[in-house]
């Protein structure tokens, strides 16, 4: 995979880039790496240390809870040229609670260290207030995540999701299989199978091996 000119990155994604001196553009520069991950692979943990800020290059990530019991709940995905903040929370310190970060498909992320990223927060307003921002945005696709779970019928919360991914990857033909649409939706394969040969009944979607395709995306859109 090509590796990025990082400075012209950053320039290009952070919008505070302008309003920082050449020594804290170095700092951040010399605290950005390029890595690479594949699908499933675990970026952040409770277990892991703060890895700092995520600006993702090219696939998608997904941040959730992991409960006790082994429960998955996703609370937010992360796409192509999207910045990930609750990753640094050693930096913001008003985020008090741990969150884990798997890739959904094979990607490749900025990663801007904790350290360079926490003593560009306390030097730079503008910096700190693009994180604050960003950390706002996300607790509100949190809240959105919890309403779902908590207040919506399981019908309607797949027929938003599969309506979505096919905005997102602009393609009616959905390359996952029941077990992951499961993980992302936190919610058990069985419980998505049925629901998916119930679409199918209807003729909103063609099932087959690890495809969902859309046939009929008016109906689905009546389930909202």
Same mark, same amino acid.
């Given at each position: 995979?090509?590796?990025?000119?990082?400075?012209?990155?950053?320039?290009?994604?952070?919008?505070?880039?302008?309003?920082?001196?050449?020594?804290?553009?170095?700092?951040?520069?010399?605290?950005?790496?390029?890595?690479?991950?594949?699908?499933?692979?675990?970026?952040? /943990?409770? %277990?892991?240390?703060?890895?700092?800020? =995520? #600006?993702?290059? *090219?696939?998608?990530?997904?941040?959730?809870? $992991? !409960?006790?019991?082994?429960?998955?709940?996703?609370?937010?995905?992360?796409?192509?040229?999207?910045?990930?903040?609750?990753?640094?929370?050693?930096?913001?310190?008003?985020?008090?609670?741990?969150?884990?970060?798997?890739?959904?498909?094979?990607?490749?992320?900025?990663?801007?260290?904790?350290?360079?990223?926490?003593?560009?927060?306390?030097?730079?307003?503008?910096?700190?207030?693009?994180?604050?921002?960003?950390?706002?945005?996300?607790?509100?696709?949190?809240?959105?995540?919890?309403?779902?779970?908590?207040?919506? /019928?399981? %019908?309607?919360?797949?027929?938003?999701? =599969? #309506?979505?991914? *096919?905005?997102?990857?602009?393609?009616?033909? $959905? !390359?996952?299989?029941?077990?992951?649409?499961?993980?992302?939706?936190?919610?058990?394969?069985?419980?998505?199978?049925?629901?998916?040969?119930?679409?199918?009944?209807?003729?909103?979607?063609?099932?087959?091996?690890?495809?969902?395709?859309?046939?009929?995306?008016?109906?689905?859109?009546?389930?909202?």
């Amino acid at each position: 995979m090509e590796q990025p000119h990082i400075p012209t990155v950053l320039a290009e994604h952070l919008p505070f880039w302008k309003q920082l001196t050449e020594q804290q553009r170095s700092i951040l520069i010399s605290g950005t790496s390029c890595l690479s991950y594949s699908a499933d692979a675990t970026l952040h /943990s409770t %277990d892991s240390q703060c890895i700092g800020m =995520l #600006l993702v290059l *090219s696939g998608s990530l997904r941040v959730y809870l $992991l !409960s006790e019991e082994g429960r998955e709940i996703t609370l937010y995905r992360i796409y192509q040229d999207e910045v990930c903040v609750l990753s640094a929370s050693c930096v913001l310190k008003s985020i008090t609670f741990d969150v884990f970060i798997d890739a959904v498909e094979n990607c490749q992320v900025l990663q801007l260290t904790a350290s360079s990223l926490n003593r560009i927060v306390k030097e730079n307003i503008h910096a700190e207030c693009f994180s604050y921002k960003m950390a706002t945005e996300r607790f509100s696709d949190v809240m959105w995540a919890m309403q779902q779970i908590l207040f919506m /019928s399981f %019908d309607k919360r797949l027929a938003i999701f =599969l #309506l979505d991914e *096919s905005a997102m990857y602009q393609s009616d033909e $959905l !390359s996952m299989t029941h077990q992951q649409i499961a993980r992302l939706m936190g919610t058990a394969r069985e419980v998505v199978t049925r629901m998916l040969h119930y679409f199918s009944s209807e003729g909103y979607v063609e099932l087959s091996r690890g495809i969902v395709r859309l046939t009929d995306k008016p109906g689905l859109r009546k389930l909202l």
